[in-house]
């Protein structure tokens, strides 16, 4: 049934979420996206093992400041691949899988054409940021930023394709494309990287090759390859009421990924302050623990997947029971992950670097980090209920509480006492802290659709 379940259409998927049993279809479709988390942790970690490695504390400090600053420019793409979890998923769960094919390439070419457009704010912001860091870093945060700009585009149409898959209850194509790129990103780590030695242009170079190849492989996926999912461009054009429906689901979800990652920028100003070492210490931290965070989370993606088609069948109860059973997963899974990196930590850090005193800041950010991990899991876990039922207002909330009100104040009222600790126990106090606020949400919202009857019937009516 396994594996059987992998080569359904989208309308036996449908089928099967909506009447198989609980536990096993959330299981089902949280595998590949928990396999997935491994993967897109390991992309960070390969890099980071070839940027400190080989490029240096230099470099491996420059992405590490940089990063949050890419993920504000694709917080488009991010909203964008909420909105198609949302809104997709409900389609797909009434049966109107027409119309689900219709908006996913109504998405997908918007998502492109935005990625076209964010490129330059990129540059942009290169120069204006490089200009008030550390000199130590500046020339390369400069290059990184500016020079990732041609990646964006690829970025934001591979975010897409991951919400088309994930609302057509199809997890395991978004973890097919990681694999794929975790492959080219280090062969073209190792010929960029170690054998020209290109430095941070070798580390941009590497991003851009692997994902142009994964993007012509997406499009033969989505738009060539023969079946009953695929996609249609001949003939369109835009739908202004599609569109105004997407930006309207999708725009909580824009703006919180930005405030989250302008959380994290401002973050790393507070720990750039410190100088390079104190940041790649932490950057090192956080390749590690990025496993540790993607894998419980993972069951937000499967959680969003089941609740959007079973609220769109009409089924609140099974959508409730699999925000549960998903929450309680993510819980455990997460302490599985504790018990394991947290022995091992001393081991781990010590293949980024021999730097003592880098190893140190590591060692001790990485034990924090890593039991903040249960709150993490579980707040992700009902964001992921609170998109497929549409709410994704409450998610922003969240965000915008869990980053700049619960952490990034943390760190500011501690940050005399603590000095750069403070990022660390802050990231503990602010995970634990909007765990339990969550909770609090999901046991008082009503288990019903938030994106509206009217707007249903405007979309119909565009067809």
């Not at 009953?228 to 739908?239: A, N, Q, S, W």
Request: hydrophobic letters at 50%.
């Amino acid at each position: 049934m396994k594996l059987a379940f992998l080569h359904q259409s989208t309308e036996l998927r449908r089928d099967y979420i909506l009447n198989g049993p609980l536990s096993s279809t959330l299981m089902l479709l949280a595998a590949p996206t928990l396999m997935l988390g491994v993967v897109q942790a390991l992309m960070p970690l390969m890099d980071g093992l070839f940027i400190n490695n080989i490029a240096g504390t230099l470099v491996a400090s420059s992405v590490t400041f940089s990063e949050p600053v890419i993920n504000m420019t694709t917080a488009l793409a991010q909203g964008l691949s909420v909105a198609a979890m949302a809104i997709i998923g409900q389609l797909n769960g009434r049966g109107d899988l027409k119309e689900s094919k219709r908006t996913s390439t109504q998405i997908l070419v918007m998502g492109s054409m935005l990625g076209c457009i964010s490129a330059p704010f990129l540059v942009l912001a290169a120069k204006v940021i490089s200009s008030r860091v550390n000199p130590g870093i500046s020339h390369n945060v400069f290059l990184y930023l500016s020079l990732y700009a041609l990646v964006l585009p690829f970025s934001f149409m591979e975010s897409i394709y991951n919400g088309i898959k994930n609302a057509n209850g199809m997890p395991e194509a978004p973890f097919i494309r990681m694999v794929l790129m975790l492959i080219l990103k280090i062969a073209f780590n190792f010929l960029y990287i170690y054998e020209f030695r290109m430095g941070i242009v070798g580390c941009v170079l590497s991003s851009l090759s692997a994902n142009i190849i994964i993007t012509l492989w997406m499009f033969w996926e989505l738009f060539l390859k023969k079946g009953p999912d695929r996609l249609e461009l001949k003939g369109f054009k835009f739908d202004p009421v599609a569109a105004k429906q997407l930006f309207r689901i999708g725009a909580p979800a824009m703006a919180n990924t930005f405030i989250l990652n302008l959380g994290f920028f401002l973050i790393n100003t507070e720990v750039e302050k410190y100088g390079p070492v104190v940041l790649n210490g932490q950057g090192i931290a956080n390749n590690i623990t990025q496993v540790a965070f993607n894998v419980p989370s993972a069951f937000g993606s499967a959680v969003t997947t089941m609740v959007s088609m079973n609220i769109g069948a009409e089924n609140p109860r099974k959508a409730r029971e699999s925000m549960v059973h998903g929450t309680t997963l993510s819980a455990l899974t997460a302490a599985i992950l504790i018990a394991i990196i947290v022995p091992l930590s001393s081991r781990l850090t010590v293949l980024f670097t021999r730097r003592q005193d880098v190893l140190e800041i590591a060692n001790r950010a990485l034990h924090i980090y890593t039991y903040s991990v249960i709150g993490f899991g579980i707040t992700t876990t009902i964001q992921g209920a609170f998109i497929g039922l549409g709410r994704t207002r409450v998610p922003l909330v969240l965000g915008i509480l869990r980053i700049w009100l619960l952490r990034y104040a943390f760190i500011l009222v501690t940050e005399k006492y603590l000095q750069y600790y403070a990022v660390f126990w802050g990231n503990l106090f602010s995970n634990y802290a909007s765990a339990i606020i969550a909770i609090i949400l999901i046991s008082r919202t009503k288990w019903e659709s938030a994106i509206g009857k009217s707007m249903q019937l405007e979309v119909a009516s565009a067809k």
